[in-house]
């Protein structure tokens, strides 16, 4: 059974907060596989959509990441400085125009060829962000600035080139924690570098 409109009753729709994102409860029926209506409460944040990418070298075996800090991971007992794919919300710009532009500001890397290689909800339960994944290649000569971010948003991003081995290898201590990274990086390995 595929959930759509015939499966789910809206009876109420409050806004918690709009200071950042959007935070709403939503009280509503959801028809159950037997057929009953069940009421259900749910909140609900909403960021918009984002874009991820992972940038590579074939030749050198490399990959770019970002490390910067992220205060929600703080809060929850990690130092916050965490090891990330490149990404960002689209904010109007179609998931290929914002990745290119997002991976410049942070890496410092000019992109050409993306290439989409899935979609995915990262955290369903609470949040709307559906997130559209890429890889690209990337070579020196068209590395254009340090990268780094945008200062005015708070941004004080940190570039790192690894190799996919050593990579993988900070998933397995536990260095790398973020999914969509981990996503990327998988991706990598089983699709991109040949053994």
């Known amino acids: 059974m595929t959930a759509g409109a015939e499966m ?3 009876k109420e729709v409050q806004t918690l907060s709009d200071s950042w994102y959007v935070l709403k409860k939503t009280r509503f029926e959801l028809r159950r596989r037997n057929g009953t209506w069940q009421e259900l409460t749910r909140e609900t944040y909403d960021r918009g959509n984002g874009s991820t990418i992972l940038l590579y070298n074939l030749a050198r075996r490399t990959v770019i990441l970002t490390r910067q800090f992220r205060y929600p991971a703080f809060v929850n007992g990690h ?3 965490l090891i990330e794919a490149p990404a960002g919300l689209l904010d109007e710009a179609s998931p290929a125009d914002r990745i290119r532009a997002e991976a410049e500001e942070e ?3 000019r992109i050409f060829d993306v290439k989409q290689i899935f979609e995915a909800f990262m955290s369903p339960g609470s949040v709307t962000e559906r997130l559209y994944f890429f890889v690209a290649a990337y070579d020196s000569e068209h590395r254009l600035s340090a990268g780094g971010g945008n200062e005015a948003e708070g941004e004080d991003i940190e570039v790192l080139e690894m190799t996919i081995d050593d990579a993988m290898d900070a998933i397995a201590r536990g260095e790398i924690q973020d999914g969509k990274t981990i996503m990327l990086l998988q991706y990598a390995l ?4 040949p053994a």
């Open 8 to 10: 789910v009753r809206i």
């Open 79 to 81: 130092s916050g400085m």
């Open 107 to 109: 890496t410092g890397f």
């Open 190 to 193: 089983l699709h991109l570098f």
